[in-house]
């Protein structure tokens, strides 16, 4: 099994799977541009460690180990030794092939690199490098504490090995992997953007409100949450992303075009529960 494992990018799924990892007494190395954002990163993974203390799922002891065991870069070339690296960076193509370049460069060539894209081609990220057949998808959901599900992707030339060790990966986490088709939103969003599309479509329309529109999908679909928490959750501008991505990888199919009121969130700074402010408002559940 992995004994070092790099993350490259610390927002929400970045920390989230790092969290993960020393909670199941994995090594990690976490890297992102500058040591402002690692430092925020580790406080909020302590915060988030604390907060389950208090819930009584782990020791004030499993708190300090689990710390220790997070190293923190701001050189991708320090991850060189990692055997297994995940990529968490933006959902941009361009960002993701950047990282991937350097990556392959820098690291050994048994090492195992994927990218935890909701969305984006895998054959396409590790087309220009060196050993495609140890790169891969291996898609967590958020919130991530509380999301069983992996999609574990496989790129045309991505080995059986690879795959193998990921799901072993996966499963060490106490989560349930499952193998997808490197095409375009693979499962998840394939069926989740669609949803989306539509109830943002009676929104627009003004045949219901947010309220009425989730209280009716969770009903009739018994779900925990309906589209706008979703979105909510994902992070709008990370909905908005996605839904792009899938409507330009399908080549323009029209119900897959994202929806206006998606992007004037973004341009508004509404991005979510992360930004207290979103489809619903956050404030006062944040504050407490």
């Known amino acids: 099994m992995f004994k070092q494992l790099g993350i490259v990018g610390t927002g929400t ?37 604390r907060k389950m203390v ?12 689990s710390m220790e065991r ?17 990529e968490s960076a933006n959902e941009d193509i361009r960002v993701k092939k950047d990282i991937f370049k350097h990556l392959d460069a820098n690291t050994k060539s048994t090492a195992i690199l994927a990218s935890n894209t909701s969305s984006l081609s895998i054959t396409s990220i590790g087309a220009h490098t060196r050993n495609p057949e140890r790169i891969a998808g291996v898609h967590f959901f958020n919130p991530i504490e509380t999301s069983v599900l992996v999609e574990v992707v496989k790129g045309y030339k991505t080995n059986n090995e690879t795959i193998e060790k990921i799901i072993a990966f996966v499963n060490l986490l106490g989560k349930t ?16 953007q669609p949803l989306f599309g539509e109830a943002l479509r009676l929104l627009g329309e003004n045949v219901a409100d ?43 199919e029209p119900r897959l075009r994202p929806h206006p009121i998606l992007k004037q969130m ?18 006062e559940t944040n504050a407490k």
């Not at 320090?78 to 297994?84: A, M, R």
């Not at 973004?266 to 404030?283: H, I």
């Open 13 to 49: 799924m970045g920390i989230g799977i790092a969290q993960l990892a020393v909670l199941s007494k994995i090594d990690v190395q976490l890297y992102d541009v500058n040591d402002t954002l690692l430092r925020r990163s580790t406080v909020r993974i302590n915060a988030n460690l």
């Open 54 to 65: 208090n819930l009584g799922k782990i020791s004030q002891e499993e708190v300090q180990a």
């Open 70 to 86: 997070i190293r923190t870069r701001t050189s991708l070339p320090d991850l060189g030794h990692c055997d297994f690296i995940i």
């Open 177 to 192: 992997p499952i193998i997808v088709k490197d095409t375009p939103g693979f499962i998840a969003n394939r069926v989740s």
């Open 210 to 252: 947010v309220e009425q529109i989730d209280h009716i999908v969770k009903i009739i679909g018994g779900i925990p949450a309906g589209p706008f928490e979703s979105m909510d959750q994902i992070g709008i501008d990370t909905a908005f992303a996605e839904a792009q991505s899938l409507f330009e990888q399908s080549n323009g």
């Open 266 to 283: 973004v341009e508004s700074g509404w991005l979510g529960k992360k930004t207290n402010k979103g489809f619903f408002n956050y404030e």
